[in-house]
């Protein structure tokens, strides 16, 4: 059993930050919204309330149930977690009279704190709060402050209980790893022993005896997630595992046999299917963004329960699914706004009557990539930028068509193949190319040119949540951009492209 620090979640943006820097600290947590507290709480040896974009004052605030939890473990609550506290036990919040967003400084830290344990005078904290802890219960006690909030954090009398004003888990909160570390290890007794090679050994083990003989099915996508999903139940079943890696014609350039290669390399058993005419003919004359994601979506649906069904006796379905998906599947308020359909998250249809087993859904992205090379995996795969499900697709602007897959799969080759031979492909966390519906006049030789415009973006993320456009030098973009005019018939105008997300998104549909 996984000693577990729980986190319950206020709908913070910061929350999975929250678990990615207690996990950092190789000790297993999980999120759980605030309403939906595990009845089985054996393994918890602590527990974090996160921030909210809610005021404790609101009357639709969050109101968590913590008869289970208070007095019997270690509690911190950060931001809201903290009002909430507070007020709760008698305390008073009310509106800032200035509001203390961004950087501050802990001017008072009381050192024979264990939550304050070896930070220093001065530290920079951050915050993000409307409202102040005016005054605090009577056994609750201050234990730093800043210049303008006096109770930036407390100690509740005689129990493990604490609350801070700031968010330590953000990378502005300089000794925030300090103050985690201290609460997850000295106050929660976590021993630290959750890591990369006891996560394979574990979920091996448990993979074996969940599946036993039976056999399993899996879409292999060419991504991080479902190669290292692969190899985890390869572990476990061996051949029983049957992979199936679908060509939709809308991959990168020779990458459907690179990929191809690489899978029976490593010892998969793994099919292949050309599928691409089927995917393209479908996408004629389609143009909307979501329209031309379902048209992807449910033809790979067919094509792979039509294969799934020329093996015997299949009874589960596995997926690479990763944490992020299972926690916005759940989240505060419902499910997440769908901003874009994600045609791998969800699976496939009830008609396949097959069991799901997603050895990854306890994970973040960063930890996938650090479970593969625990397990020897090729940086070729391991160091892959993500790429969507729906492919070149998505980076298709307009209709799609076999012409225009063919000229964005020499753009992209040339873009990325350059990343790599200056040494600057793993600089940057996802790289793309998209061909645009405009055409613009050129001059190329004594010749007058209408042709394409393509797009070029690479960002720097962890996760994908957010993301900044990557500073590539001009020496570099100027090099590419001559090299795919040169090279590409039919495209004469190459753009780089420079917003982050938000408010943009990373792909552009």
């Known amino acids: 059993m996984n000693e577990t620090i729980l986190i319950l979640d206020f709908g913070s943006q910061y929350t999975q930050l929250i678990a990615r820097r207690v996990r950092e600290l190789n000790v297993y947590c999980e999120i759980h919204p605030f309403n939906k507290i595990p009845e ?23 109101v968590p149930d913590l008869s289970n939890i208070r007095k019997k473990f270690p509690l911190l609550g950060v931001c809201y977690g903290a009002q909430f506290l507070a007020q709760d036990n008698g305390g008073e919040v009310l509106p800032s009279k200035i509001r203390e967003y961004g950087r501050a400084n802990l001017g008072f830290i009381d050192y024979d704190s264990l939550l304050l344990r070896g930070m220093t005078h001065n530290s920079q904290v951050w915050m993000s709060h409307g409202d102040t802890i005016l005054n605090l219960p009577d056994d609750f006690n201050i234990i730093t402050s800043t210049e303008s909030v006096k109770v930036a954090g407390f100690k509740v009398d005689n129990e493990e209980t604490y609350g801070i004003q700031f968010h330590p888990e953000v990378y502005h909160s300089t000794e925030g790893s300090i103050l985690l570390k201290n609460f997850v290890v000295d106050i929660c007794k976590c021993s630290q022993d959750w890591t990369p090679d006891s996560f394979v050994e574990t979920t091996v083990t448990a993979l074996k005896e969940k599946l036993g003989n039976d056999k399993v ?31 939709n014609g809308l991959l990168r350039k020779n990458e459907f046999e690179d990929v191809l290669h690489s899978y029976k390399d490593l010892g998969l058993n793994v099919k292949g299917v050309d599928a691409s005419d089927r995917f393209l003919d479908g996408l004629k004359g389609v143009e909307e963004p979501e329209a031309k994601r379902k048209v992807i979506g449910n033809t790979f649906i067919d094509v792979f329960d039509h294969e799934a069904h020329l093996i015997q006796d299949v009874k589960w379905l596995a997926q690479g699914t990763i944490y992020p998906d299972v926690i916005e599947s759940i989240s505060v308020k419902g499910p997440s706004a769908t901003i874009k359909s994600h045609h791998n998250v969800g699976g496939l249809p009830d008609f396949m009557k097959l069991k799901v087993v997603e050895p990854l859904n306890t994970l973040f992205k960063d930890e996938v990539r650090r479970i593969g090379r625990t397990m020897d995996m090729p940086s070729f795969i391991l160091d892959r930028h993500p790429f969507p499900g729906p492919g070149l697709g998505i980076r298709i602007l307009g209709e799609v068509s076999r012409e225009r ?77 001559n090299k795919i005019i040169n090279q590409v018939k039919g495209v004469n105008r190459v753009v780089y492209y420079i917003s982050s997300k938000p408010p943009s998104t990373i792909e552009w549909e």
Not at 425 to 439: C, G, R
């Open 40 to 62: 089985d709480l054996s393994d918890v040896k602590g527990v974090i309330l996160s921030g909210s974009p809610f005021s404790v004052r609101d009357s639709e605030s969050p």
């Open 217 to 247: 099915v899996l879409g292999l996508s060419g991504g991080v997630d479902s190669s290292v999903a692969a190899i985890l139940l390869h572990k476990a079943i061996g051949k029983n595992l049957y992979c199936i890696f679908v060509d």
């Open 405 to 481: 897959v063919k000229i964005l799969q020499e753009v992209d080759h040339i873009f990325i193949q350059g990343l790599r031979d200056d040494n600057l492909y793993n600089e940057v966390w996802q790289s793309l190319a998209v061909l645009l519906p405009v055409n613009s006049v050129g001059v190329m030789g004594d010749e007058r040119t209408y042709e394409n415009v393509v797009a070029l973006r690479a960002v720097g993320s962890t996760d994908g949540m957010t993301a900044d456009w990557s500073h590539l030098p001009y020496e570099f973009l100027a090099k590419v951009s």
